[in-house]
């Protein structure tokens, strides 16, 4: 079968680019390995956490707000078979959705293992031991990632797991410990949490989510500890060992000969990813990786052997399925002949604890890194009526702007449903807006929203109204 354009992986990259492709009138096919379609992100990453995140919010709110707000329960309990099977639903009705979406835009879908036995020809390798090559124009590489499990760790996938095998857990367990304070180990580690889990984190650096701007992880790890989490920073992991019921955890202090061990039912692996690109055959076609296994691209996301494209978690940059929906969208436009652009600066970074955390444009470390002269305006929640009335204080947002121009360069957010209000601040800087522009703009009261209005305000010579 010949193809003008073949994607293969069809996480949100992927999927995207193939609907966009479809669109601009091209005969497309999609390659996925697995039965389901949506990659990582659907079956086993961001959709199936959000929903257990969002399980366990509701559990702990009736356990320790509820009273408060004149609602009596007895008998409260976690039925976490129940939470797991809602879960389930939610992600089968996802995936689903996409393959209605290939249908109804005539992608044809190939499940099997792609990859290159040249430039224009992939051979699908599939579950009943059959393969079949299809001819392809073009070509987008999303494979997307995996996990990072070094072999000290003695990943078993029963004891020693990754968020793969957390997210199916149908016991509440007594006690976890967390290698890595990023996005994932937060995640999940707040989830148990919630439901009563003893969560300790265990983190190289010297801060919790140490990509985002320094307050972030500041006031986020102000929060988790009102949830019971524990916190090891500027500690190393140097032994995990398993048994068939538990794990011991060896954790000896950065600098330092102080050590110390860590007994728990699971040990959550929680590093990071790497790029999947093995067994692809990209050394069929000469296509470059680098030493993290990622594959190299130019400005247009194309490889060195034209016509074939990456994008996503395998080339460089954050591992956000937004970012390879957008990826998605400029290759497919970009092989269409039009002339897209993205502006990676303001892609938005979130975590989807609780509160949350959410992030666009430069952080203040990176200012002063580059020499920006800046000034920074701060606003906390607790002095917001919104998150008063919903009891939601914790937080803050922060706005930095050109000392000289009052163009807003970044906003980091801590606080409730920041994962939404960051879209605000991405169209404000988008359009390049200073801070007197989103400060002179009507916010609806009482919202979330108004906590950035006031941010602008102070970053704008300390002009706040409710503070």
Not at 150 to 178: C, G, H, M, Q, W
Not at 197 to 215: A, N, S
Not at 401 to 406: G, L, R, V
Not at 417 to 423: K, P, Q, T, Y
Request: net charge neutral; hydrophobic share 40%; proline share 3%.
């Amino acid at each position: 079968m010949q193809f003008d354009l073949t994607v293969i992986g069809s996480g949100p990259g992927g999927y995207i680019a193939a609907i966009r492709a479809a669109q601009l009138g091209m005969k497309v096919a999609l390659i996925e390995r697995y039965k389901t379609l949506g990659g990582t992100c659907l079956n086993v990453g961001c959709i199936p956490s959000k929903a257990l995140l969002d399980s366990s919010e509701h559990y702990h709110n009736a356990a320790h707000t509820f009273e408060e707000h004149g609602i009596g329960l007895s008998n409260l309990k976690v039925n976490m078979k129940q939470m797991i099977k809602r879960k389930n639903e939610v992600v089968s009705q996802t995936t689903g959705g996409i393959q209605f979406l290939m249908k109804k835009n005539k992608v044809t879908v190939f499940h099997g293992h792609g990859s290159f036995v040249n430039a224009n020809t992939i051979s699908i390798a599939k579950d009943d031991g059959s393969k079949e090559q299809i001819e392809t124009a073009k070509t987008i590489i999303a494979t997307g990632s995996k996990p990072i499990t070094p072999a000290a760790f003695n990943y078993d996938k029963k004891r020693v797991i990754t968020s793969t095998e957390a997210l199916n857990i149908d016991k509440v367990p007594k006690r976890v410990v967390v290698i890595g304070g990023g996005v994932i180990g937060l995640e999940l580690g707040s989830v148990w949490a919630r439901l009563g889990t003893e969560v300790e984190v265990v983190e190289f650096q010297d801060r919790l989510i140490p990509t985002l701007d320094k307050d972030c992880g500041k006031e986020l790890r102000r929060s988790l500890k009102k949830l019971g989490m524990k916190f090891h920073l500027k500690h190393k992991v140097t032994t995990v060992k398993a048994t068939s019921k538990s794990v011991t955890v060896g954790v000896e202090k950065r600098d330092s000969e102080e050590s110390f061990e860590i007994k728990a039912d699971y040990c959550l692996v929680a590093i990071g990813r790497g790029a999947y690109t093995a067994n692809l055959g990209l050394e069929n076609v000469g296509i470059k990786t680098d030493e993290r296994g990622r594959i190299d691209v130019d400005a247009n996301l194309e490889t060195n052997v034209p016509g074939i494209f990456a994008i996503g978690d395998v080339i460089r940059g954050a591992m956000l399925a937004h970012k390879a929906e957008e990826e998605g969208v400029n290759t497919a436009e970009y092989i269409a002949g039009q002339k897209p652009h993205i502006d990676y600066n303001l892609i938005p970074g979130v975590v989807y604890t609780w509160p949350e955390v959410a992030a666009v444009g430069k952080t203040e470390e990176q200012l002063k890194e580059a020499g920006v002269a800046y000034k920074s305006g701060k606003f906390p929640f607790k002095a917001l009526g919104r998150a008063r009335a919903s009891m939601d204080i914790d937080g803050m947002i922060k706005v930095l702007a050109d000392a000289e121009t009052d163009e807003i360069l970044g906003v980091h957010m801590v606080g409730p449903r920041v994962a939404d209000v960051i879209g605000e601040a991405v169209a404000l800087m988008e359009f390049r807006a200073s801070a007197e522009d989103a400060s002179r703009m009507s916010h609806a009261h009482p919202t979330y929203t108004e906590a950035l209005k006031e941010a602008c305000l102070m970053a704008t010579g300390n002009r706040a109204l409710n503070i």
